[in-house]
């Protein structure tokens, strides 16, 4: 008989034993937790709320459930400049010996991009570190490929190979920062006649 077979036959066995001692099966609502690292996360399984402290790789609600009630476990709210998700959050009690579910934290990231003047032909290759974005000539704007993480720094450069006939550079104050909560837009290119 498959594993998979196995667990709900488990189940129903262990609440067949407590029935017949007088008591009732109950259940822990927990789960793993990956990549929090800031504060601020607080999970729900309906009004039984749960704070959870950056750094923690684990999480049990306070409550336990009896066989047989629905749970559902959701983000109540997420930690400060992250996004985190669930799987395997709801469910019936004792369809399985354990409830886990999963939890997944990452940094929320962000465009970085701006203006572009005098491109008037093509060849333009910004740089961001290892991300490379080629900008097509009467452009006025752009969007580097990618995204930046929060809290993480960008440089945006110019290629070495310019453009034909053209001289182009990211005007200084614009072209760098640690990213924020929210797109950056504020980059400016200026292509003069080389």
Known sequence: MKLSCLRPLAALLLTLGLAACGGKASYDVS?????????????ANGSDTLPVPAGKTSFTFGKRIDYGT??????????????????????????????????????NRYTVGGTVSGLTVDGL????????????KDATTFTMSGSVAYGDTYGISVSETQPK???????????G????????????????PA
């Open 177 to 192: 920062g640690t990213m924020g909560e929210a797109n950056v837009t504020t980059v400016q290119i200026v292509c003069n």
């Open 70 to 107: 629905d749970y559902n476990i959701t983000v109540n709210k997420q930690p400060a400049h992250m996004t985190c998700g669930i799987s395997g959050g709801s469910g019936s009690a004792g369809h399985y010996i354990n409830i886990s579910a999963a939890v997944t934290c990452s940094q």
């Open 165 to 175: 006939g053209l001289k182009c550079s990211v005007q200084p104050g614009t072209g």
């Open 125 to 136: 290759v910004l740089i961001n570190g290892s991300t490379t974005t080629t900008v097509a």
């Open 31 to 43: 789960g793993t937790i990956t990549g929090l690292n800031n504060e601020g996360l607080i999970l």
